[in-house]
């Protein structure tokens, strides 16, 4: 199996090369990515984790004709495509350079696809395409517009993918909808790299751990969950990316949409608590007033996913705490 994987130097991307090494012994795994929001070093560790060379590319997907020449040269079988922007306030601020690039990226890979007959497509998506609904959350329903242009990209892409799938009956696409990824490989040589102010909470919380930000904003204590602060379904990176490997191994023609998550919620107090349990570190913290567009409690309904790729996410809150600490803690930006 010929594999390209867009984005693959990215924080999901890297873990899932990890995991596609592990299922797939034998595939030829390359990467496309522009490093726009990756480095040179994240890739350098990846080959320390695999111990094997890259066939890394530094191209654009967006630039149709570099990537056609990619196809040209490989005769690739499956394509998952990471590759994108993410930050939803930026997509608030800037969103043609969201739209430009999480659609056009899309829309080149699949016109390739058709042309260079490659069969198989996985895709990230986010759960963000859910909107403002009761969870637990089932892949069924439909989709509410999302407040933000970023979540728009994640459900035009599923859009122009089920439509392709609907008319080429071999073209098959699993849509993976991530809940809230988080963690790092147990390594702790890649993980999520946050330039500059973390949107996040783990990245937020691990970079007051690390004395960089004095204390951490708890966006809201009066919602209608356990602690009154916000819960959500975090997820290990790592789990994450096997279920990307299983998501491959199950793929078959038609559209096939599956929630990334553990099933279970987790407010932020609880979060916090676990982070400083295991982690034997302070996490300074005050309550202020709730972060616009903020939903109180979104957790999946991951018993798809559990029936249809036989995956299951296995790593707890601990784990993901521990592991999360673990990268930041050694992590140096070059
Ligand atoms: P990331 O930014 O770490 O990785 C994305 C990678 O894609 C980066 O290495 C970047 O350099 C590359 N890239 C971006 N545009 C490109 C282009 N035009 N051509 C080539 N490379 C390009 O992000 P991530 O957290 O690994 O997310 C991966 C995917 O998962 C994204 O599509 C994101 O929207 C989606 N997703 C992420 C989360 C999350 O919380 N991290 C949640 C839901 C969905
Ligand atoms: N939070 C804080 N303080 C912070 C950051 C976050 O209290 O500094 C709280 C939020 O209010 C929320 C929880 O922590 O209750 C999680 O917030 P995140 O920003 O980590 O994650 P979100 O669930 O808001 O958003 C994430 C991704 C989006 C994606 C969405 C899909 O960032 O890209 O999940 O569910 F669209």
């Not at 089920?162 to 490989?185: C, K, Q, T, W």
């Not at 040589?189 to 708890?218: D, F, H, Q, S, W």
């Not at 078959?252 to 099933?263: A, D, E, V």
């Amino acid at each position: 199996m010929n594999i390209l994987i867009t984005g693959g130097n990215g924080y999901i991307g890297s873990h899932t090369y990890v995991s596609l090494r592990e299922q797939f012994p034998h595939a030829q795994l390359v990467i496309a990515d522009n490093l726009s929001n990756s480095t040179v070093k994240a890739l350098d560790n990846l080959k320390k984790i695999v111990q094997e060379e890259i066939l890394f590319h530094n191209i654009d997907i967006c630039h149709e004709e570099i990537l056609e020449d990619l196809f040209s040269k490989h005769n690739f079988d499956a394509i998952i495509h990471f590759a994108g922007f993410k930050a939803v306030g930026e997509s608030v601020d800037n969103p043609l350079k969201y739209y430009n690039n999480n659609l056009i990226g899309t829309l080149n890979l699949v016109k390739l696809c058709l042309k260079y007959d490659v069969k198989k497509f996985v895709f990230s998506s986010s759960a963000t395409v859910y909107g403002d609904r009761v969870s637990p959350i089932v892949e069924s329903l439909e989709l509410l517009p999302t407040s933000n242009p970023y979540g728009e990209t994640k459900a035009m892409c599923e859009r122009i993918l089920m439509d392709v799938a609907a008319i080429n009956p071999e073209f098959s696409v699993s849509i993976l909808r991530y809940f809230n990824p988080v963690g790092a490989h147990e390594s702790g040589m890649i993980g999520e790299a946050a330039n500059g102010m973390p949107n996040n909470l783990m990245p937020y919380i691990t970079k007051v751990a690390k004395g960089e930000l004095r204390a951490l904003n708890v966006f809201g204590g009066d919602y209608p969950t356990i602690d009154g602060t916000g819960v959500r379904d975090y997820i290990h990176v790592m789990d994450l990316a096997e279920g990307h490997a299983a998501a491959l191994a199950h793929l078959k023609p038609g559209t096939h949409i599956y929630n990334l998550g553990t099933g279970k919620g987790t407010s932020v107090l609880q979060l916090v608590d676990t982070f400083q349990r295991v982690n034997g570190v302070r996490i300074p913290y005050e309550i202020v007033g709730r972060r616009n567009g903020d939903l109180a409690s979104v957790f999946a309904d991951v018993s798809k996913a559990e029936r249809e790729l036989q995956w299951q996410a296995k790593r707890t809150i601990e784990c993901m705490c521990r592991d999360a600490w673990n990268f930041e803690k050694n992590y140096v930006l070059i």
